[in-house]
């Protein structure tokens, strides 16, 4: 008996699955901080309530993406104050400012509104208090960006920049009896933990900061993608270039086992050279990505032979940041509700 090669054959073996032994494993938590959406809607709700143009001091968080959205709808990026006319609205980035840009805005007669991460301002009053007590203050972070600037226009005489574990060796201070640390919230854990314990290891009655500064949400996406990179031949990490929480994320991917790791601005970016030879893929995003963004990520990869992705799941994120005060006062006097 003859089978039409149009009917399937019941005793037949089913057709291999193409996608069976590859997998695609994405990262939770992932994306969007509290202090990231507090940032963004700050300047939708702003764009709302008082019109366009809405002018923003630097980029509000670190995404090409949500910078070219918010630019859109009406905002202007300005990298100082000199570009915002006399008496305008200005946003100040979730990166925080120094005193002096505060005082330059007063000066100006703009009105501004205060959308840094509540985590940084925390790290802000941290340095006016070890400065107000005399001590030296070693801020671990990446020099040149905003949060670095800012903090350390709190109490600039106070405060030495260290980059790495590797400048400890030739850090001088006038007193090592008096010497407190604090660090960029978006830091490597590891790589600031390391750094920590060659401080200490220097001055051994180093003061610790009341609490870790490096960020709930940069510890959280951290050990998520910890969890799922030991197993994946290739780590895909969405987040733009200056966004510090997402170039480390592929550092933290690499040391955690990740054979293969590259950040993506999006799915455009990937080269699937890739993807050769790849079984496993796992996928994460910075604390600055909307997750659309990492969906295109993963169409891309569908659309390559890669099948429906699995979530793995760290912990549940619940924190929320109110909006600044001053834009909330505005949106009472207003129609909206905050």
């Not at 918010?70 to 915002?84: K, M, N, P, T």
């Not at 990492?294 to 169409?299: A, E, I, S």
């Not at 659309?303 to 912990?315: I, K, N, V």
Request: aromatic share 4%; net charge negative.
């Amino acid at each position: 008996m003859t089978t039409d090669a149009t009917t399937p054959d019941p005793g037949a073996a089913p057709a291999p699955d193409p996608t069976a032994a590859k997998r695609v494993l994405v990262a939770a938590p992932r994306g969007y901080c509290a202090g990231v959406d507090r940032a963004v809607v700050t300047v939708e709700r702003a764009l709302e309530t008082y019109g366009a143009p809405i002018y923003v001091r630097k980029q509000i968080v670190h995404n090409r993406h949500v910078v070219e959205t918010l630019e859109q709808r009406g905002a202007i990026f300005v990298d100082e104050l000199d570009q915002v006319p006399a008496g305008a609205t200005v946003v100040f980035s979730a990166h925080g400012v120094a005193p002096s840009v505060h005082a330059e805005a007063k000066e100006r007669t703009l009105k501004t509104i205060d959308a840094t991460c509540p985590l940084v301002t925390k790290v802000h009053h941290e340095a006016r208090r070890f400065a107000r007590e005399g001590l030296e203050i070693v801020l671990i972070g990446h020099g040149g960006h905003e949060e670095v600037e800012g903090t350390t226009g709190e109490a600039p005489e106070h405060i030495t920049l260290v980059q790495n574990p590797g400048e400890v060796d030739g850090l001088e201070v006038k007193d090592p009896s008096r010497v407190a640390w604090l660090s960029q919230t978006t830091l490597s854990v590891d790589e600031t933990m390391e750094t920590v314990g060659k401080l200490r290891q220097k001055f051994p009655q180093l003061i610790d900061p009341p609490s870790d500064d490096i960020c709930y949400a940069t510890q959280n996406r951290q050990l998520a993608i910890k969890q799922i990179a030991g197993h994946s031949d290739l780590v895909i990490v969405v987040g733009s270039a200056n966004s510090s929480n997402s170039v480390r994320l592929v550092e933290v991917a690499l040391e955690a086992g990740a054979k293969a790791a590259y950040r993506v601005d999006n799915a455009g970016e990937i080269d699937d050279a890739w993807l050769d030879g790849v079984s496993t893929v796992g996928v994460t995003s910075g604390a600055s990505v909307p997750d659309d963004l990492v969906q295109g990520v993963l169409d891309h990869l569908r659309s390559h032979g890669f099948p429906q992705a699995t979530e793995e799941r760290l912990t549940e994120e619940s924190l929320t940041f109110a909006l600044p005060p001053e834009l909330r006062r505005d949106l009472r006097k207003g129609a909206i509700n905050d």
